[in-house]
């Protein structure tokens, strides 16, 4: 057989790599309909078969290095849930006297959902495994895009299960780390809050309340330097 030739069976490989333009648009249609979410239902549960698919699917997200620096902690016990809720409490308070002026504004969203989701994970990046491929120059910055890269791979398939989820960055990292017992090295990055809602919302909850305006992407693109207005 020629060197290149295509057999029957490399045929049918690619014809199950491609992807239908009705699948292309259900894709990009779950990534508009991707929403940071705040308000989830009460007393409401996500079934394990459908817990265990999006994890798969954080699980299948790429990694500099294949170093997977992602750890999922699943908090199920409801006074670690509490203490939880409490400094992300702490720090909301921090915040808004950090805000000055947009204070109140601030106390007036409704800016996580911990204690109401179905499910609360929290997402750590791993101490450093000493991967060099591909991250020498920038070796945290890489393991946190990577473990960011997974998280958004969950955003996007609890969205396609039509579960809400929301990413919480509200706390001390080294508190939660210390609730948490987690390693030398390891830092708490994420606090998602995931389960079902009665509703999503139809634009980004900070663009509805007025808190900011997205920028359109044609501000955010440019050719071969820097150009950008800041």
């Not at 992807?19 to 239902?41: G, K, P, V, W």
């Not at 199920?76 to 939880?84: G, S, T, Y």
Request: aromatic residues 6%; proline residues 6%.
């Amino acid at each position: 057989m020629p060197r290149h030739s295509i057999s029957s069976a490399d045929e049918q490989k690619t014809e199950q790599s491609l992807f239908s333009e009705t699948e292309c648009n259900a894709l990009y249609r779950i990534i508009q309909a991707r929403r940071d979410m705040r308000h989830f239902t009460p007393d409401a549960k996500v079934e394990p078969t459908v817990l265990q698919r999006i994890l798969e699917a954080a699980h299948a997200a790429p990694s500099v290095g294949l170093m997977q620096p992602w750890r999922f902690i699943r908090i199920q016990k409801k006074e670690l849930r509490q203490k939880i809720s409490l400094l992300v409490d702490t720090e909301i308070e921090q915040t808004a006297e950090a805000l000055d002026k947009r204070k109140q504004e601030f106390l007036a969203l409704k800016v996580e959902g911990i204690r109401e989701c179905a499910e609360l994970f929290v997402v750590v990046k791993a101490p450093d495994d000493g991967t060099v491929f591909g991250r020498r120059t920038m070796p945290d910055e890489m393991a946190l895009c990577s473990t960011a890269c997974a998280i958004q791979n969950l955003w996007l398939a609890a969205r396609a299960e039509n579960l809400g989820m929301g990413w919480v960055s509200l706390f001390n990292p080294d508190e939660l780390a210390s609730l948490l017992h987690c390693p030398n090295g390891a830092k708490p990055i994420a606090l998602l809050c995931i389960g079902p809602v009665d509703s999503f919302y139809s634009k980004p909850m900070l663009e509805t309340t007025g808190w900011r305006d997205p920028r359109p992407l044609q501000q955010l693109i440019a050719e071969d330097r820097y150009t950008f207005i800041e």
